[in-house]
């Protein structure tokens, strides 16, 4: 029997500020009404000066850790589109900070579908035997690239972490990952994009008001960023579905990435489900990115909605652009 990568610890963390749709509508031209209404969000968390993503990667392992019962991995993959720094990658730093050691660490850029690939590429170090116990995070602090002025990405995303512990296991047993379906379309990559920064465009000089260059912000086009999440996810949760020989009426929970209750529930309804079946943090942290899947995850079992046994489809859409779906059936695991 091939082996598996089983879900085996689950921890969050989100920074303690809140910015609400009113604190936002003080200093933007928005308001409290069409944020709630386009997106289903009324708050996020934001993490502030001196809070970096490897902080908050920190807190959300530790809670993983605990929640698996053990210290125990000998690989970390961090999902993030916010590094602490370009160079070098930020996950051997929390490696280290969590006592992990000389183990096996890297960061996965795929933006919002950064934690469903990054699921995808521990389960198969896992599988090759080069791993036995993984610690996949999921953490963004998107506030640091967000441009203040920018009323159409400034009220959508939040900062925050989540991680899981995956064990070698049998295919089998619950909290098996059942599979993975993965793409993406880089001919689409300037819909969601932080231009300068990389080699293609090195950082800008600031201007004569030492003002930050606006290139140096995320920026994204809604509309057809909206309509392509809808289609891919749909597509790629059904894929996922075909793969695990799951009817979408016997799935308990839709865990999506968590951009707008619009988009989730639009694939609810092409993949003919219950839109009740749908898990919703969003409107508490916001989109989180990389983040949005564990947070909304641990939310869901938390709040006693998603209890051992239940069938779980998870499936997200990101810049690049990529998305991805994998599925489990819910293990004995309970947030750290
Ligand atoms: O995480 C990766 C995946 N990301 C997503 O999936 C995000 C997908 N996109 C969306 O969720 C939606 O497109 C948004 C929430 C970003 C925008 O909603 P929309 O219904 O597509 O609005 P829109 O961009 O078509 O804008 C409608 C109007 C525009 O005004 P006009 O041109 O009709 O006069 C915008 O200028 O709303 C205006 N607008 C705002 N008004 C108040 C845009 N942002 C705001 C705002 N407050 N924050």
Redesign the pocket.
């Known amino acids: 029997m091939s082996r598996a990568a089983v879900l085996a610890g689950l921890g969050t963390y989100v920074p303690p500020r809140v910015v609400t749709n009113e604190e936002?509508s003080r200093t933007?031209?928005?308001?409290d009404e069409?944020?709630r209404t386009?997106?289903g969000i009324t708050r996020r968390h934001w993490a502030g000066p001196g809070t970096a993503t490897g902080d908050l990667a920190v807190e959300a392992g530790t809670r993983a850790l605990k929640s698996a019962g053990s210290g125990d991995v000998d690989l970390v993959v961090l999902a993030t589109t916010t590094p602490d720094h370009p160079c070098p990658a930020t996950a051997p730093e929390v490696a280290s900070r969590l006592g992990l050691q000389t183990v096996a660490a890297y960061d996965l850029a795929a933006?919002?579908s950064g934690f469903v690939y990054a699921l995808a590429s521990a389960t198969g170090a896992i599988a090759a035997g080069i791993a036995e116990r993984a610690l996949v995070i999921g953490a963004e602090t998107y506030s640091t690239i967000l441009n203040p002025e920018d009323?159409?990405?400034?009220?959508?995303?939040g900062d925050g972490a989540g991680a899981v512990v995956l064990r070698a296991g049998d295919p089998d047993e619950p909290g098996a990952l059942l599979g993975h379906d993965l793409g993406s379309d880089g001919s689409l990559k300037d819909l969601?994009i932080v231009p300068s920064g990389g080699s293609r465009q090195p950082v800008a000089a600031a201007g004569t008001s030492g003002a930050r260059p606006a290139d140096s912000y995320f920026s994204?086009q809604?509309?057809p960023?909206?309509r392509h999440?809808v289609t891919r996810m749909a597509a790629s949760s059904q894929a996922m579905l075909d793969r695990a020989g799951w009817a979408a009426e016997t799935v308990d929970w839709f865990v999506g990435?968590q951009?707008?209750v619009?988009?989730l529930h639009a694939v609810a309804d092409q993949l003919g489900m219950a839109r009740e079946r749908t898990a919703v943090n969003l409107d508490r942290v916001g989109?989180t990115?990389a983040a949005?899947i564990p947070l909304a995850l641990a939310d869901a079992v938390t709040g006693g909605l998603i209890t051992p046994g239940d069938r779980v489809l998870m499936s997200a859409?990101?810049?690049g652009v990529t998305w991805g779906s994998t599925a489990l059936v819910w293990p004995e695991v309970a947030p750290g």
Not at 151 to 157: A, E, G, H, K, N
Request: net charge positive.
């Open positions: 936002l933007l031209d928005t308001s069409w944020i386009r997106t933006v919002c009323r159409t990405t400034s009220v959508i995303f969601i994204m809604g509309k960023v909206f999440a990435h951009a707008n619009r988009i989109n990115s949005s859409f990101g810049g």
